[in-house]
Structures are given as C-alpha cells and as structure tokens.
Nanobody
Framework: QVQLVESGGGSVQAGGSLRLSCAASGDTSSSRWMGWFRQSPGKQRDGVAVINTGGDTTYYADSVKGRFTIFQDNAKNTLYLQMNSLKPEDTAMYYC???????????????????WGQGTQVTVSS
C-alpha cells in the first residue's frame, strides 16, 4: 500500500506559477511510475505528467509541454510538479498517483495507476 498526500494548490492569475508536492509513504519502493493527473467538473481525469521512479524518464501531455516540469526527490519520497505560465484552462483538481507495475505504453492513462491522493485544487483566473 502507498499513501499519497498532495499540497501546494491554490489560486493564481494567468501567467503565474505554482508548485505542487506529493508526499508518499508506505511501500513506496513498489511504485514504478508516479505522476500527476487533473480533472475538471464534468470531464474525465487526464494525465498531465508522469515520471519513472527508477530513473528520470518523463512524459507530458501536449497541453503542458514547455510549461510544466515533473521531478522527484527520492530521499524525501516526494514528487513535485512545477507549473509555470499557467492558463485558465489549467484550472482543475490535481491528483498525485502511483503505479506499482511496469507501463510499456500510454503512460498518461489513469487506469495503470493504483494509488491516488485526495487531490489539490488549482484555480487560474484570467
């Protein structure tokens, strides 16, 4: 079992920045991939960025490439998402997730991720 707790969400104006954090505890060594997903009311949960915990392979949604950066501090069992140049369309609940198994393709698909945090709200105003 892996427990995930997100923090760092908030309200910001367009063009601003936020850094999300995800503190992991429990059997963290079992997580092969970790990532960030987001969901707006009435929409599906979409992958934003994911990272391989054993290395630094990353994947990003096209909509955030060049603006968001995912990185990890394994010593602190913490995952981060640095979000720059935020846009109103980035407004959503952001979730941290962990996948215990290998993922060979479609890394941003939520079905591969077993463990989820409770989410942190990000609101970007124009």
């Amino acid at each position: 079992q892996v427990q995930l707790v997100e923090s760092g969400g908030g309200s910001v104006q367009a063009g601003g920045s936020l850094r999300l954090s995800c503190a992991a505890s429990g059997d963290t060594s079992s997580s092969r991939w970790m990532g960030w997903f987001r969901q707006s009311p009435g929409k599906q949960r979409d992958g934003v960025a994911v990272i391989n915990t054993g290395g630094d392979t990353t994947y990003y949604a096209d909509s955030v490439k060049g603006r968001f950066t995912i990185f990890q501090d394994n010593a602190k069992n913490t995952l981060y998402l640095q979000m720059n140049s935020l846009k109103p369309e980035d407004t959503a609940m952001y979730y941290c997730a962990a996948a215990p198994g290998p993922i060979w393709a479609a890394h941003l698909v939520s079905v591969y991720y077993t463990y989820w945090g409770q989410g942190t709200q990000v609101t970007v105003s124009s």
